[in-house]
């Protein structure tokens, strides 16, 4: 396992656990100026009835997605399973979704939130979004919330999300992105990269990968800047969309 993927896991595994004992965690995550709701009607966060600061992303990818009834969506880094669940209401019995995440201490922490919430059509699988452990064409919607940033090769990610997609499926991601150049320290810290800092990318290189991925319709809106010590303004929130073509 590279340092950047066991740096990453570690991370997340304390966090998971911290999160298994009650304490809230999104601070000092992807997005410490956030609050961990942000992003999240009340109503929904009620009616699933998990704890908003098992949020660790940087934005709310199930609104950006636009799920319907029935269909098949896919969260990458799907940590306590918040953006999972939400999904998983949204698209009905007739749907389901899907969460992977390679830290099994999340993916204990995503199964009790998921029991807790009593919603069926969800399931946790353990694996890396470097090699999805899903099939070809397999789902109509890629979400992720705050996690292709902590990836070291981002290219084999879009690559991967692009192949688990059906033909006009959607890609809808909140993630952290570069928009400015990063002190070299913070850019060799693994400490900064396991939090969302050290691995962002710039937007242009971004949506260059996406299309080299094969994604069409690409779109990038910052939508926050992320304050940060020595680097105010270098890095941000933002939305993510694009599109596999229907015929291609
Ligand atoms: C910043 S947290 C975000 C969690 C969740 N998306 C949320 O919004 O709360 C990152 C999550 O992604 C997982 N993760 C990071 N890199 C991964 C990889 N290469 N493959 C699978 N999971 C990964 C971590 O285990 C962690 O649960």
């Not at 201490?105 to 999805?132: D, H, P, S, W, Y």
Request: hydrophobic share 45%.
């Amino acid at each position: 396992m590279s340092d950047v993927i066991e740096a990453v896991r570690q991370r997340y595994a304390e966090k998971a656990v911290q999160m298994a004992r009650g304490a809230a965690c999104c601070d000092s995550s992807c997005c410490s100026d956030m609050e961990c709701s942000d992003g999240y009607s009340s109503e929904e966060l009620t009616a699933i009835g998990i704890d908003p600061s098992s949020s660790l992303g940087c934005g709310n990818p199930t609104l950006l997605a636009d799920l319907k009834r029935g269909e098949h969506v896919l969260d990458l880094g799907s940590g306590a399973g918040l953006d999972v669940l939400l999904s998983a209401r949204r698209v009905g019995p007739d749907g389901h979704a899907y969460g992977v995440d390679m830290t099994d201490e999340m993916l204990a922490v995503a199964r009790e939130n998921q029991a807790k919430a009593r919603v069926a059509n969800a399931t946790f699988l353990k694996g890396t979004i470097e090699a999805i452990p899903l099939p070809d064409a397999s789902v109509d919607v890629v979400i992720s919330n705050c996690v292709i940033n902590l990836a070291a090769d981002k290219a084999v990610v879009l690559r991967e999300a692009y192949r688990v997609l059906r033909p006009g499926g959607r890609f809808a991601v909140a993630d952290m992105v570069a928009l400015a150049e990063l002190p070299a320290e913070v850019k060799r810290s693994l400490d900064e990269w396991a939090g969302c800092v050290a691995g962002t990318i710039p937007i242009d290189e971004y949506a260059r990968e996406l299309r080299n991925a094969g994604f069409a319709g690409i779109d990038i809106e910052v939508t926050r800047e992320v304050r940060l010590d020595g680097a105010d303004g270098a890095v941000a929130s933002a939305y993510i969309r694009a599109r596999k073509e229907l015929s291609l």
